[in-house]
């Protein structure tokens, strides 16, 4: 789900908490070290991503937010925000040249350059949430 968040609306942060979960507290981020990404430039998107970027030849920024129970990438568009919510269960990651992110039939692909390779701890903090949360719903041991 993408909502344009350039203002601020209850009923999206409401939407977001249904689908994402609530964001970690003060206390919860500092024992994380951190629950955001530094910006990263978008080296590509899918064609259904393609209208929340920049058409001029601006280069196209955005980070990730981790939530207790999915991520939130902010997207801009010039003076536009964009947030695209994606629960852990629909998120898929893969590591070519850089980093992917696939979900809901869409992907985002973060250049791997200096500002990518600052994020690399994020990443893997992104996949530690993941896999805490997949190990919930492991049905093996039964």
Do not use: C
């Not at 910006?39 to 981790?66: C, F, H, K, W």
Request: net charge positive; glycine share 6%; proline share 1%.
């Amino acid at each position: 789900m993408i909502l344009n968040t350039t203002y601020h609306n209850k009923e999206h942060k409401q939407l977001l908490e249904n689908l994402v979960g609530k964001s970690f507290t003060f206390l919860e981020s500092l024992k994380m070290k951190g629950v955001g990404s530094k910006r990263m430039i978008v080296g590509e998107v899918s064609p259904n991503l393609q209208s929340y970027m920049n058409t001029v030849a601006d280069i196209n920024y955005a980070n990730i937010e981790l939530r207790k129970s999915g991520i939130l990438i902010f997207i801009n568009k010039g003076l536009q925000n964009f947030t695209w919510a994606i629960p852990y269960y629909q998120l898929v990651m893969y590591k070519t040249n850089g980093a992917s992110i696939h979900a809901q039939g869409r992907f985002i692909h973060f250049k791997n350059n200096k500002t990518f390779k600052e994020n690399k701890r994020f990443f893997e903090k992104m996949l530690d949430e993941k896999i805490k949360y997949d190990e919930q719903y492991n049905f093996q041991n039964i």
